[in-house]
Structure formats: structure tokens, C-alpha cells
């Protein structure tokens, strides 16, 4: 019997697309930049965005030594602002960055029987963890705006631990910052190498559920994983 559950977000409980090409985001982006002083044309700032987060994220791989390093996108923002002449307080760029998201954003809503299944663990009793590879500026918003954010006994998210699924240390970083036991630990996610075998590489069993945001799967499950067809299907599994 598993005591601590730990759930991918996008594509497991939250159904999400967003678009960061289409050309309405980088028109309106343009003025909310501009208020910083910095003047960009459209595509101009779509060239720019897409280029300086290529940069920081090699920059970051040389680096840090993961083999999957994650960039936190605020810099990524800063880093804009100032090759314009432009300045802001972090306030101002999690504000802007909130901005990118919600205009880069077609739809957001839980899944059905997500909050159902969250709020039934919790009944049980159960831990609940959250490990997912997102930047904290849109997605700690987003928690609170589809009110999960409660639900949760701990939250790693890859931008702030500068390391992202399936690398094993994310899954390890989990473990060791809320001293949880692996043998007592089932990871839920949608995406068969990042959630299914990175937590088989950290000794983790896993649950995976095929959704619309799940990539083609490349191999077979591991051994230690179980197929579900709908995300209530987790409190059968034992």
C-alpha cells in the first residue's frame, strides 16, 4: 500500500495547449515590454524569446552537470528587457512572464475526476507531491487559479530545482527534501519516459495514463509500472 503519491501536472491532472509561435502573442507582448523601455517588433521578440532561451538553456547544461538542467524563463525576460534599454523589479518580470503565459495560453482546466482523486487521497490519509517540469512563474499561479494548490503536502517544480524529469536527481531532490520512502512512493504521469522510467531509475513504481499531451511512447512501460485508462483508476492501484 503506497503512502505518498507524487503527480505529474500538465497532461496528467491539468489538460493544457499553449501556443508560444502564434503571431497574437508577440503583437500584444510587444507594448508590455515596451511600458519597460524596451521597443521590440513582433517578430523581432518572437526571434529573440526563442534564441535567448536556446542560449541560457546550453549555457546551463556546460554548467550544472544534470543530465537534464532546466532554465528558470525569468532571466529569459530580464535578459530581453535589458537588451533594449529596458529594466524591471522582479515583481515586474513575474508579472510580464505571467502576462506571455496567459496570452500563450488556449485552454487550462483539470481533467475529469482529478480534484476528485486529489481531495479522495487526502481523505485517505495519503501524502501528496507534486514533481513537475514547469517554470514556477506560470505554473504557481496556475495552481492557484484551478485551486490544487492545497491539495499538496510539497511542490518541486524543475525551474527552481534547475533540473527536470527523467533525470534521477529531480526524483532523488523529492525524495530527500520531504524524507519520503521510495518502496512507499508511486509516481502518476502521462509521459512514459519521464515519469514512467525516471522514476524507475530512482526506485520509484509508477502509474502511466495515456492523454492527448502524451508523447509517443518509444519502449516498452517499465516492469515497474501499471497502465491506467482514467486518472481515478490510481486509487486501485495497490
Given at each position: 500500500m503506497y503512502q505518498n503519491y507524487i503527480f505529474d501536472l500538465y497532461g496528467t491532472l491539468v489538460d493544457i495547449h499553449t501556443d508560444e509561435w502564434k503571431d497574437a502573442l508577440w503583437?500584444?507582448?510587444?507594448?508590455?515590454?515596451?511600458?519597460?523601455?524596451?521597443?521590440?517588433?513582433?517578430?523581432?521578440?518572437?526571434?529573440?524569446?526563442?534564441?535567448?532561451?536556446?542560449?541560457?538553456?546550453?549555457?546551463?547544461?556546460?554548467?550544472?552537470?544534470?543530465?537534464?538542467?532546466?532554465?528558470?524563463?525569468?532571466?529569459?525576460?530580464?535578459?530581453?528587457?535589458?537588451?533594449?534599454?529596458g529594466t524591471a523589479?522582479?515583481?515586474?518580470?513575474?508579472?510580464?512572464?505571467?502576462?506571455f503565459r496567459t496570452l500563450s495560453t488556449e485552454k487550462l482546466w483539470l481533467f475529469d475526476g482529478a480534484e476528485q482523486l486529489l481531495r479522495e487521497l487526502k481523505k485517505r490519509g495519503k501524502q501528496v507531491y507534486l514533481l513537475s517540469n514547469a517554470q514556477a512563474l506560470f505554473t504557481r499561479p496556475e495552481l492557484t487559479a484551478l485551486s490544487l494548490a492545497g491539495y499538496f503536502d510539497g511542490i518541486l517544480l524543475?525551474?527552481?530545482?534547475?533540473?527536470?524529469?527523467?533525470?534521477?536527481?529531480?526524483?532523488?531532490?523529492?525524495?530527500?527534501?520531504?524524507?519520503?520512502?521510495?518502496?512507499?512512493?508511486?509516481?502518476?504521469?502521462?509521459?512514459?519516459?519521464?515519469?514512467?522510467?525516471?522514476a524507475a531509475v530512482a526506485g520509484l513504481d509508477s502509474c502511466y495514463i495515456f492523454t492527448e499531451q502524451s508523447p509517443i511512447r518509444q519502449r516498452p512501460l517499465?516492469?515497474?509500472?501499471?497502465?491506467?485508462?482514467?486518472?481515478?483508476?490510481?486509487?486501485?492501484v495497490k
Open positions: 503583437r500584444d507582448l510587444c507594448p508590455v515590454l515596451a511600458e519597460h523601455g524596451a521597443s521590440y517588433q513582433p517578430e523581432e521578440l518572437r526571434t529573440a524569446y526563442h534564441s535567448e532561451v536556446r542560449r541560457q538553456e546550453e549555457a546551463l547544461r556546460r554548467s550544472a552537470g544534470f543530465e537534464e538542467p532546466e532554465i528558470d524563463i525569468g532571466p529569459v525576460f530580464r535578459h530581453l528587457l535589458a537588451a533594449k534599454g523589479t522582479d515583481r515586474e518580470i513575474a508579472a510580464l512572464a505571467w502576462t524543475s525551474s527552481e530545482a534547475g533540473v527536470k524529469k527523467p533525470d534521477p536527481h529531480f526524483y532523488r531532490l523529492l525524495l530527500e527534501r520531504y524524507h519520503l520512502r521510495p518502496e512507499q512512493s508511486l509516481m502518476v504521469g502521462n509521459d512514459d519516459l519521464a515519469d514512467c522510467h525516471g517499465p516492469e515497474r509500472c501499471r497502465e491506467i485508462q482514467r486518472i481515478l483508476d490510481v486509487l486501485t
